[in-house]
C-alpha cells in the first residue's frame, strides 16, 4: 500500500494588486485640472460680485477716478440712502407681489394639467400637452402688441395684474413640462393601490402625485419666481406710473436719473439682487434636483 507524499494545498490566498503608481498619485492629489478649472470659475463669480458691492460704498470720486478692485478707503452708505429715499422699498414691494402672485397663478394651473396629461391617455389631453409646448417657442416680443391692445382692452392697463398675468402665461409651457415627467417618475402600482382602495383622481392628485412631486414644484416655483423677479419687457410695455414700477423699470430709470452716480446705480442693483439671491441659496438643491430629472425621489 503506497501512501501520497504529495504536499496537500492550503486554502487559496486572495491575489492582491497593488494599484498603479499614477492611480495612486491621482487618488492622493485629486483633479488637477479640475481644481484650476473650479479656482477660474469661483474667481469670474467673485470678482464682479466684489466689484459690486465695494464700489456700492465708495464715493463718486473715488469711483470714478479710483481702481474697481481696491477696497473703499472711506466707506459710506450714503449711496444706499439714496436710493431706498427715491422709491425704492415701493418697487420692490411690487415686485415681491408680482413674483409671488405669478408662482401661485402657475402652480394652480400647472400641476393639474400636468397630472391629466400624465394620466390621460385621449387625444385631446395629448393635443392639449402639445399646445402647452408649443408656447415654448414663442417669445414675448412677437405677441407684445396683441398683448399690450388685450391687456388695455380689459381695462387692466398700469397695473399690477397686467404684469402678473402675461408672466404666469409665458412660465406655463415649461412649468407643465418640469411637473408632467416629474410625474411620470411615479410608479404606475401606486396609482393602482389607491385606485383600488377607492380613491379618486382628485384625492391621488392631493395624496401621491403632489408629495412625489415635490421637486418638481420647486423646480417650477423658483423657476417661475426668477422669471417674474426679473422680467422687464410687459413692466415696460404694460406700466406707466410711479406706483406701479417693479425693480427692473426702476433700475432702468436709476441709469437714467443717476446716471453719473455710479455708486448709487450699484447700490440699487445690490439692494434688488439680495432677495432673490437669498432665495436661490435656499432652495438651489431643490432647482438643480428638478431640472436634472430627479423629481421627489
Do not use: C
Amino acid at each position: 500500500m503506497s501512501i501520497d507524499t504529495r504536499p496537500v494545498a492550503g486554502p487559496t490566498q486572495p491575489v492582491t494588486r497593488s494599484r498603479p503608481a499614477s492611480a495612486r498619485r491621482r487618488r492622493k492629489w485629486g483633479n488637477p485640472l479640475a481644481g484650476l478649472g473650479s479656482l477660474v470659475w469661483l474667481l469670474i463669480v467673485v470678482v464682479p460680485l466684489y466689484t459690486l458691492i465695494s464700489s456700492s460704498l465708495m464715493h463718486q470720486d473715488e469711483a470714478l477716478n479710483g481702481d474697481p478692485l481696491a477696497v473703499p478707503t472711506n466707506p459710506t452708505l450714503e449711496n444706499y440712502r439714496t436710493v431706498l429715499d427715491s422709491g425704492f422699498s415701493t418697487m420692490l414691494t411690487n415686485t415681491a407681489i408680482v413674483a409671488v402672485a405669478t408662482v401661485a397663478i402657475v402652480l394652480l394651473l400647472a400641476v393639474p394639467v400636468a397630472y391629466v396629461a400624465v394620466r390621460t391617455r385621449s387625444r385631446l389631453s395629448s393635443l392639449a400637452f402639445r399646445t402647452f409646448l408649443l408656447g415654448v417657442a414663442i417669445p414675448a416680443q412677437a405677441v407684445i402688441v396683441p398683448l399690450y391692445l388685450l391687456i388695455s382692452k380689459l381695462g387692466l392697463y398700469d397695473s399690477l395684474p397686467a404684469i402678473i398675468l402675461p408672466t404666469a402665461a409665458f412660465a406655463m409651457p415649461v412649468a407643465v413640462l418640469i411637473l408632467s415627467g416629474t410625474m411620470r417618475d411615479v410608479s404606475e402600482e401606486m396609482y393602482e393601490a389607491m385606485a383600488l382602495d377607492g380613491a379618486t383622481p382628485l384625492r391621488m392628485l392631493w395624496q401621491l402625485a403632489i408629495p412625489m412631486s415635490k421637486g418638481g414644484i420647486s423646480t417650477v416655483a423658483i423657476y417661475t419666481a426668477l422669471q417674474a423677479w426679473n422680467g422687464f419687457l410687459f413692466p415696460l410695455i404694460l406700466t406707466q406710473s410711479e406706483e406701479n414700477r417693479v425693480l427692473t423699470l426702476g433700475l432702468f430709470n436709476f441709469m437714467s436719473q443717476f446716471g453719473m452716480n455710479i455708486p448709487a446705480v450699484l447700490a440699487a442693483i445690490v439692494l434688488s439682487v439680495v432677495p432673490i439671491f437669498a432665495v436661490y441659496l435656499v432652495a438651489r438643491k431643490a432647482l438643480v434636483n428638478g431640472l436634472m430629472g430627479v423629481g421627489g425621489k
